[in-house]
């Protein structure tokens, strides 16, 4: 299989809602540090040329030592911007220029499955950009500034959307170049490319891949770890 996938792992935040000293991606879950899980499943994937790790600053010059347990050929170290829209943009502009697709991951998210990026990545191949994600079930409220309910909203092909996200390389290069012209910021890459009006197509997503955004998560993430997908 040719290697034509550039990985950006999204490592740049200081983590500041789980607290401690420690950065939330370099703390241990599920039997290894959290970025260590992101890492090493993408770098199982033979079409994988390189994996673009993006992370502070002050430790791109001096990463953990764990970190060298990957395919340190296939790893980049890339340096986080002032909001996570930056950072990807700098992960872009490190990818290798003959890698011809783009996957997009948070490394908050440590247990995606090869399935899963499977999924995204056959849907990304077909032309489009591909982001999983899983059908929201509960029902929707909306309310005002004292959470007095105004409104229900109707969850009819309404999904939470999950990472990583593939796309053809110059599809979102185009989408971030247009971004930062405009100003622009979104909470993830798919953002970007709706905002042009190009196509991204929802794949199935993974309960197993919940994003770490503070300490209780953690006790999530190891009960996950042990079921199968």
Not at 13 to 18: D, H, K, M, T
Not at 112 to 130: L, N, P, W
């Amino acid at each position: 299989m040719t290697a034509d996938v550039g990985v950006i792992i999204v490592a740049g935040g200081a983590g500041s809602r789980v607290g401690g000293n420690e950065l939330k991606q370099f703390r241990w879950v599920a039997g290894k540090p959290m970025l260590l899980h992101s890492v090493q499943i993408f770098q199982q994937r033979a079409d994988v040329g390189m994996v673009v790790v993006v992370l502070p600053y002050e430790h791109v010059g001096d990463p953990p030592p764990w970190l060298f347990q990957c395919d340190t050929d296939r790893l980049l170290l890339s340096v986080g911007g002032k909001e996570r829209v930056d950072s990807v943009r700098n992960g872009l502009e490190d990818v290798p220029d003959d890698l011809t697709f783009v996957m997009i991951h948070d490394a908050a998210r440590p247990l995606v499955t090869e399935s899963m990026i499977e999924r995204v990545m056959s849907e990304a191949r077909k032309g489009h950009g591909a982001a999983p994600g899983i059908p929201v079930v509960d029902s929707l409220k909306r309310a005002d500034s004292e959470r007095r309910i105004v409104a229900t909203i109707d969850r009819t092909n309404i999904f939470r959307i999950q990472t990583p996200q593939a796309f053809p390389r110059g599809m979102i290069e185009r989408a971030h170049a247009d971004a930062q012209s405009a100003g622009m910021r979104a909470a993830d890459d798919a953002a970007l490319c709706e905002r042009l009006g190009l196509t991204v197509v929802i794949v199935p997503g993974s309960e197993r891949a919940l994003k770490i955004t503070d300490e209780s998560d953690f006790a999530r993430a190891e009960a996950l770890s042990i079921l199968s997908e």
